[in-house]
């Protein structure tokens, strides 16, 4: 990244609210995510790492569907829509990371941050009726319970911290790159 982009590395605020920072480590991810797979042909995002089969490519895939489907399935109670309303998730779970080869670099790309896009949609309309982040999701438990949004914003948090750690090992195997953050 260029030295003005790391001027505008995604920071949550130090003293913020609640939403402020939850969404702020939210983007912080998403960010790490984009650097460490950014400048990388189809070899890049097809390495990996010692035994694991996890490819960049892979992940982009898999958190384009973490994206889509954390918001269709829990927040907005419809099903999630292509390409992930064809995958046979019982009997193909690691489709996201078993197809990611076949695509190309750009489709990978276009795939997550349009994903992200829709995502970020969801929560400005979630957050514009005032209801902040106790607001209830329409996916309901067996037990009755709904997910609050906060729930669903850690969940993703969590989603892409523990991603954009293998990110950083599988990065690094492909060119050196490391570190947090382009700054």
Same mark, same amino acid.
């Given at each position: 990244?260029?030295?003005?982009?790391?001027?505008?590395? /995604?920071?949550? /605020?130090?003293?913020?609210?609640?939403?402020?920072?939850?969404?702020?480590?939210?983007?912080?991810?998403?960010?790490?995510?984009?650097?460490?797979?950014?400048?990388?042909?189809?070899?890049?995002?097809?390495?990996?790492?010692?035994?694991?089969?996890?490819? =960049?490519?892979?992940?982009?895939?898999? =958190?384009?569907?973490?994206?889509?489907?954390?918001?269709?399935?829990?927040? =907005?109670?419809?099903?999630?829509?292509?390409?992930?309303?064809?995958?046979?998730?019982?009997?193909?779970?690691?489709?996201?990371?078993?197809?990611?080869?076949?695509?190309?670099?750009?489709?990978?790309?276009?795939?997550?941050?349009?994903?992200?896009?829709?995502?970020?949609?969801?929560?400005?309309?979630?957050?514009?009726?005032?209801?902040?982040?106790?607001?209830?999701?329409?996916?309901?438990?067996?037990?009755?319970?709904?997910?609050?949004?906060?729930?669903?914003?850690?969940?993703?948090?969590?989603?892409?911290?523990?991603?954009?750690?293998?990110?950083?090992?599988?990065?690094?195997?492909?060119?050196?790159?490391?570190?947090?953050?382009?700054?």
């Amino acid at each position: 990244m260029t030295e003005s982009a790391a001027e505008d590395w /995604p920071e949550p /605020p130090l003293a913020g609210t609640e939403t402020a920072a939850v969404l702020g480590a939210l983007e912080r991810q998403r960010a790490t995510l984009s650097w460490k797979t950014s400048g990388l042909g189809a070899d890049g995002l097809r390495a990996t790492v010692g035994a694991s089969s996890v490819t =960049l490519g892979g992940l982009l895939k898999h =958190l384009a569907h973490v994206e889509d489907s954390h918001f269709a399935r829990l927040w =907005l109670g419809v099903p999630v829509g292509a390409p992930w309303n064809t995958v046979d998730w019982d009997n193909d779970p690691d489709w996201a990371y078993r197809t990611a080869a076949e695509d190309t670099p750009e489709q990978l790309r276009t795939l997550w941050r349009e994903s992200a896009t829709r995502s970020r949609a969801v929560i400005e309309e979630a957050l514009s009726t005032g209801g902040g982040l106790d607001q209830l999701g329409a996916y309901v438990t067996r037990g009755g319970e709904r997910p609050n949004l906060r729930r669903i914003l850690l969940d993703l948090v969590e989603e892409y911290a523990r991603h954009v750690g293998h990110a950083d090992l599988i990065r690094e195997s492909v060119d050196g790159l490391t570190g947090e953050d382009p700054g």
